[in-house]
């Protein structure tokens, strides 16, 4: 069996030492453990923490089992977490009761290690599972609302104003025909980018992407991926500035890094208002890269922000109208996570936002050491 991801159980008993020994039996397996010594503070502490497995003793003061789990069910997050009952071998009508009352399992006492760990793992496991096709099946509809929307509306733009030139091209002046011409390849850029991520992304999905890490010099990829976006930043008249030491190399896939700078830039973009400035810059933390997306533009609320790399959340439209899929955000999530690298964004509505991730870092120790002392100040505006 493949190792089992590290999960978060919550334990649940009256009796001390009930807790502690299946403390003992279950962090042998890597497992988070929280534990509970009452049905109320089990109510508490569910709706600030999610879990993936409950362990419940039925038989508790004033508030058991049975009405804890109805009382945590309420609760949006841990409203589908599986729950195993702890019952006594001989309470038969609680035995019967747990599952009416919404447990998947039922573990009896006194413990049976073995047991008990099969019967933890498997849940564990059958969540796991439940997860990844729920994921999968969200995948699909929203794959097919793209389709349906997302790639559509830009094709109703592109052929709209095609058939304009197309008729009319002798009525029109040189601006007007250069105008039309520009929105043309505004859309045309925009459909191709989200194209390509949804290709990406539906190829990650099935497992079928191939990931070449090598050691890539941060500043030529910078560089790179700034050229290509000059004539999107252009439009609302925003520069880019990059304070990219020249000594940084990372150890990255290079399609997926171009990836992850590409759909950062664009939604730096897609969110400033017109002649604002954004900035990448890097530094060195231990044996990472940590480079940063920053802009000055409109920012996001804390609600936004926890939703951000979720298929789930809502595009929002940008500040000339720009619309998106979301999809180019989920992919740069993915890609960081590729490289072992995490990716977090830092914002306030009205001050804008910082994307930052990290790469493992390649450079010698007497480079890092170097770059650490003294970083690049001369900047390089796109």
């Known amino acids: 069996m493949a190792k089992m991801d590290r999960k978060t159980i919550l334990i649940v008993d009256d009796i001390v030492e009930n807790i502690d020994l299946l403390q003992k039996l279950i962090i042998v397996s890597g497992h988070d453990i929280h534990t509970s010594c009452s049905g109320q503070q089990a109510i508490e502490i569910s709706q600030k923490h999610q879990f993936d497995l409950m362990l419940i003793d039925v038989r508790m003061p004033e508030i058991d089992g049975f009405e804890a789990i109805r009382r945590i069910r309420e609760s949006s997050l841990n409203k589908d977490t599986p729950v195993l009952f702890l019952v006594a071998k001989t309470d038969n009508y609680n035995i019967s009761r747990a599952y009416t009352a919404g447990g998947v399992d039922i573990i009896t006492k006194p413990f049976q290690a073995e047991e008990l760990l099969a019967r933890v793992n498997t849940h564990l496991t059958l969540q796991e599972q439940k997860l990844h096709l729920q994921e999968l099946v969200d995948a699909k509809e929203q794959f097919i609302n793209i389709l349906a929307h997302d790639l559509n509306s830009p094709f109703t733009t592109i052929l709209g104003f095609a058939d304009l030139l197309?008729?009319?091209?002798?009525?029109?002046?040189?601006?007007?025909?250069?105008?039309?011409?520009?929105?043309?390849?505004?859309?045309?850029?925009?459909?191709?980018?989200?194209?390509?991520?949804?290709?990406?992304?539906?190829?990650?999905?099935?497992?079928?992407?191939?990931?070449?890490?090598?050691?890539?010099?941060?500043?030529?990829?910078?560089?790179?991926?700034?050229?290509?976006?000059?004539?999107?930043?252009?439009?609302?008249?925003?520069?880019?500035?990059?304070?990219?030491?020249?000594?940084?190399?990372?150890?990255?896939?290079?399609?997926?890094?171009?990836?992850?700078?590409?759909?950062?830039?664009?939604?730096?973009?897609?969110?400033?208002?017109?002649?604002?400035?954004?900035?990448?810059?890097?530094?060195?933390?231990?044996?990472?890269?940590?480079?940063?997306?920053?802009?000055?533009?409109?920012?996001?609320?804390?609600?936004m922000t926890r939703n951000l790399f979720k298929l789930a959340a809502k595009s929002v439209n940008g500040t000339n109208g720009e619309t998106g899929t979301g999809f180019g955000l989920i992919l740069c999530d993915e890609f960081v996570k590729k490289h072992g690298g995490t990716i977090r964004v830092e914002s306030e509505p009205g001050k804008g936002s910082h994307f930052i991730f990290t790469m493992p870092c390649c450079s010698s120790g007497s480079a890092i050491r170097s770059i650490k002392t003294k970083m690049m100040s001369n900047y390089l505006y796109w």
Not at 191 to 205: C, G
């Open 166 to 303: 197309a008729n009319n091209l002798d009525s029109y002046s040189k601006e007007e025909v250069k105008k039309y011409l520009g929105l043309i390849l505004n859309v045309s850029e925009n459909t191709h980018a989200l194209l390509n991520n949804l290709l990406s992304w539906v190829t990650l999905k099935q497992n079928r992407i191939g990931f070449n890490p090598q050691k890539v010099s941060l500043r030529s990829r910078v560089d790179e991926c700034c050229l290509l976006m000059r004539n999107v930043a252009s439009i609302k008249d925003i520069n880019i500035a990059v304070e990219v030491d020249k000594r940084i190399v990372v150890h990255a896939d290079v399609k997926m890094l171009d990836t992850i700078l590409r759909n950062l830039l664009t939604n730096a973009i897609k969110f400033s208002t017109n002649s604002k400035c954004i900035k990448v810059s890097a530094s060195i933390k231990q044996d990472n890269c940590e480079i940063i997306v920053s802009d000055s533009g409109i920012g996001m609320t804390e609600e």
